[in-house]
């Protein structure tokens, strides 16, 4: 069982280009969410989906894009990153309405 | 929004015990969460309550809950070396992990 995987760990882009965070899981998990992490903010919540074919807003979705075409998978997209998306993003997974939510180890992005 | 405070860093001795506070605003939350996360990791989830209880304890970890001051504190007793992390506290109005709003994280700094 290898849980949440998210590649990649590390990227660096310059203003206005576009990238995908990927994010897949194994454990058959209905429930799949991007969070943000950011100094003295916690993590926020960027977009979720309860299933293959739905997607929702989190807290701080605009310039974010998210699609969930399976269950395992649920790629994150910049569309035109700007500086303030420099943040450490992590992906989370849990069976609908379990207490427990397994993040992977996160993607370090800075945008210069 | 919902808003979930904790103050930044706390450093205590190894053996002593150390104890971590959260306040939140939301009075509904249904479910008050601790992540644990060690450097160039996800969160890991160390023990949760539900709101209509007021302790919970697991092995070296001890959780207080009062609702009418909106508070919830971690305790971890004998700390250890290897207890050195950041936790975060969190807070979820619908039963299970999805969607949770989360603090701002304490530092656990634990000296030899």
């Known amino acids: 069982n290898a849980g949440v995987t998210q590649t990649p760990k590390f990227q660096v882009l310059k203003t206005g280009q576009s990238m995908t965070l990927q994010c897949a899981q194994d454990?058959?998990?209905?429930?799949m969410s991007w969070y943000r992490q950011d100094p003295g903010m916690g993590l926020r919540l960027i977009h979720y989906?309860?299933?293959?074919?739905?997607?929702d807003q989190g807290e701080v979705p605009n310039g974010y894009n998210v699609s969930r075409s399976t269950t395992e998978d649920f790629p994150l997209r910049l569309l035109s990153a700007a500086p303030s998306q420099t943040s450490v993003y992590f992906c989370?997974?849990?069976?609908?309405?379990?207490?427990?939510?397994?993040f992977g180890s996160g993607t370090q992005l800075s945008v210069l | 929004g919902e808003d979930v405070e904790q103050s930044l860093f706390l450093s205590v001795r190894e053996g002593d015990s150390s104890v971590i506070n959260c306040t939140y605003t939301?009075?509904?939350?249904?479910?008050l969460y601790w992540y644990k996360q060690e450097p160039g990791a996800g969160l890991q989830l160390l023990t949760y309550?539900?709101?209509?209880?007021d302790m919970k304890q697991d092995q070296r970890l001890t959780v207080l809950l009062n609702k009418k001051d909106k508070h919830l504190s971690l305790r971890i007793a004998d700390t250890q070396t290897g207890d050195s992390a950041i936790y975060f506290c969190?807070?979820?109005?619908?039963?299970?992990?999805?969607?949770?709003?989360f603090g701002t994280g304490t530092r656990l700094t634990v000296i030899p």
């Open positions: 454990m058959n998990h209905e429930y």
């Open positions: 939301d009075s509904s939350s249904t479910y």
């Open positions: 309550i539900f709101s209509n209880m």
């Open positions: 989906s309860v299933g293959a074919g739905i997607t």
């Open positions: 969190a807070e979820s109005i619908f039963k299970g992990a999805n969607n949770l709003f």
């Open positions: 989370a997974s849990s069976y609908f309405g379990d207490e427990k939510l397994f």
